[in-house]
């Protein structure tokens, strides 16, 4: 079946960087475009960016340009988030998404689990 | 931009519910989607392209629309339907996606 598995909860410093790793499996990981949503502590759902596994191209909400980095190893079917400059208001769940592409386009048809980002001194 | 109403549905087990997504511009009826999120839990979809479903979403959950305003509707609710509505646009140029800010569907 498809899956998400992604690293475990972070803890870091105002002005740090997170990495957060998401491994796929049970689908040909080229095939499927990969989101990265987020969501604040008893807030809404917010786009990050988009990286297309294929390629390594990436697009970004203009709120993360320049201090998001999307990345991916094909070798592991595995992606990658990079957030740089960590404030505390980037506390949040992570989440790694599956884009539906050709199955349900325009939208996101599985999700990670998350992984928690806290921002803390 | 995405809105949605109302905040909070306040219903009973069998009743059914009616969500609203309203977009501040005529948009792809391809572009629209929905999930639902349970407390503690990752979203899941439950719509795609403004009325799709995927495999194994259950067919009381139902989408229509068209233009600007969309709507998510339950035909009778069950008691794990009781979760937070996200309704999800992409637009394109540059690429990207944006949800609304949700509809908290609770027992009554």
């Known amino acids: 079946q498809v899956q998400l598995v992604q690293s475990g909860a972070e803890v870091k410093k105002p002005g740090a960087s997170v990495k957060v790793s998401c491994k796929a499996s049970g689908y040909i990981f080229s095939d499927y475009y990969m989101q990265w949503v987020r969501q604040a502590p008893g807030q809404g759902l917010e786009w990050m960016g988009r990286?297309?596994?294929?390629?390594?191209?990436?697009d970004f909400a203009q709120k993360f340009q320049g201090r998001v980095t999307m990345t991916r190893d094909t070798s592991i079917n595995t992606i990658y988030m990079d957030l740089r400059s960590l404030r505390y208001d980037d506390t949040a769940v992570y989440y790694c998404?599956?884009?539906?592409?050709?199955?349900?386009?325009?939208?996101?048809?599985?999700w990670g689990p998350g992984t928690m980002v806290t921002v803390s001194s | 931009v995405l809105t949605q109403s109302p905040g909070t549905l306040s219903l009973s087990p069998g009743e059914r519910a009616t969500l609203s997504c309203r977009a501040s511009?005529?948009?792809?009826?391809?572009?629209l989607a929905w999930c639902q999120q349970k407390p503690g839990q990752a979203p899941r979809l439950l719509i795609y392209g403004a009325y799709w479903r995927p495999t194994g979403i259950p067919d009381r959950f139902s989408g229509s629309g068209s233009g600007t305003d969309f709507t998510l509707t339950i035909s009778r609710l069950e008691p794990e339907d009781f979760a937070v509505y996200y309704c999800q646009l992409y637009i394109d140029s540059p690429p990207r996606w944006t949800f609304g800010q949700g509809t908290k569907v609770e027992i009554k």
């Open positions: 511009q005529s948009v792809g009826s391809t572009y």
């Open positions: 998404v599956r884009d539906g592409t050709s199955d349900t386009p325009y939208a996101f048809d599985v």
């Open positions: 990286i297309t596994p294929r390629t390594g191209d990436t």
